[in-house]
């Protein structure tokens, strides 16, 4: 198991080992020992499960007041999965970071708390898992628009129109929110 930093503080890609023969594979993807090892030390609370269509996009969600940190993989299909830093005082505040996870590459994202979390099914359904450090509170859930013109993410649409939920579509811009706790 290893990580590999990616241009946000704390944003990590997790590669795993993945063994497999003609019965099936097999994959370790948590550890708390080896996560240790590799300076990671949340304690996971929460496993949260999602399946979604092509063409879904889910997010950009945070928590402000119990921000969660996030371990995140697609256990089938393939997503364009997407951490946005929403730390203020970060340097790479507003910056987005996004990498395809999906069956064929034994790899996890890790989003520090402070981050936004959002994903595109690239092919589905998609299957997503994600470990949160914190439990889920709908006081203090909250979302920024997927399009921000202020955040630009690249998301590989190819031409489709993303399939959203309303809450996503009718998502605030980020220069719109409150930081007020």
Known sequence: MRAEETHIPGVLRITTARFGDARGQFEEIW??????????????VQVNHSRSDIHVLRGLHFQQRSPQAKL?????GRVFD???????????????????LGE?????????????????TLDGPADLIYLCSEHFD?????????????????????????????????APSLAAFSWAP
């Open 31 to 44: 550890h708390s020992a080896k996560f240790a090892d590799l300076g990671l030390d949340a304690p996971f």
């Open 72 to 76: 995140v993989m697609a256990m089938r």
């Open 82 to 100: 997407v951490a946005v830093d929403l730390r203020p005082s970060s340097p790479t505040f507003r910056q987005w970071h996004g990498e395809e």
């Open 104 to 120: 064929g590459a034994p790899s996890m994202l890790y989003i520090p708390e402070g981050c936004a979390h959002g994903f595109l």
């Open 138 to 170: 709908p006081e203090d859930d909250h979302a920024v628009a997927w399009n921000d013109p202020d955040i630009g993410i690249d998301w590989p649409l190819a031409g489709a129109k993303p399939i959203l939920s309303e809450r996503d579509a009718e």
